[in-house]
């Protein structure tokens, strides 16, 4: 197989050592990222500040939310609070969806639409998935609520996937692979009795919505991007209480849901590589 040749040196520079330790990885059949993926200190400070937003937003709806709400009042007070902040929704009109947030309950894995139809109820598990832009500069964090009180199953589902969360972030190391953190995923998620959705990866983030690299929930250690101090992405596991697969709605052109009907979770940070493991943009 051939490898894409992402890291190049740059012409009439002499090699630094990172170009020597990328380069070996090159090398030896790694995909590694090119030059862009690794963001200047100005690019990282107006990620971070574009964070502080986004964080406020899920605070906010950490404070409001409740049962008999809709889900188009959490649109409101997502787009409200953003713009108020001098911040962008990054979902408002991104491909076409039409709302300022994706809220995803029980079954609905992820990109689920605010409506004035959809009301929360108590036992409800919620996905509230935020992405915001400042300056320029994109952010996405999502975090699970549950309305009132749920069943004992609902919540472990909840607790273990954001145990998924840390574990992923636990084994990012420089130097260290994509693969690395899926593989962390999925080993911990299968041994509690849930699986993995396939279809939707977290990825590199920062001057764009969805940059590279694809940072799938499942794999295989040692394969995939090589992770290097500089880079900025989301882990953002989807798991499921019951199999993996999903279904897109036909109708919406959004909605993912699991296909078994099962509830599944979800939570998110974006993070920056660092010297010594990741740092969360998105606390
Ligand atoms: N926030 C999602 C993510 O974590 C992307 C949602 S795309 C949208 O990557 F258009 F539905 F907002
Ligand atoms: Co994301």
Known sequence: MRVKRNWRLIAGQPMTELDKRILSFQNNGHLV??????????QIEGIRQSGVINTGVLDLIEKEIKAGMSTLEINQLVYDYTVGHGAIPAPLNY?????????SINEVVCHGIPS???????GDIINV???TILNG???DASRMFIIGETTPEKKRLVDVTLECLHIGMEVAKPFSFVGDIGHAIQQYA????????????GHGVGLAFHEEPEVAHFGRKNTGMLLVPGMVFTIEPMINMGRYEVEWNRKDGWTVTTRDG????????????TETGLEILTH
Not at 33 to 42: A, C, D, G, V, W
Request: with cysteine.
């Open 33 to 42: 990222p090119s030059r862009e993926l690794l963001k200047t200190p100005e």
């Open 95 to 103: 491909e076409g969806f039409p709302k300022s947030v994706c809220t």
């Open 116 to 122: 004035a139809d959809v009301i929360l109820k108590e």
């Open 129 to 131: 998935d935020v992405s």
């Open 137 to 139: 500069y994109y952010s």
């Open 190 to 201: 299968e041994k509690n009795g849930y699986s993995v959705v396939r279809d939707l990866c």
């Open 262 to 273: 099962l509830p599944s979770a979800q939570w998110e940070h974006t993070f920056l590589m």
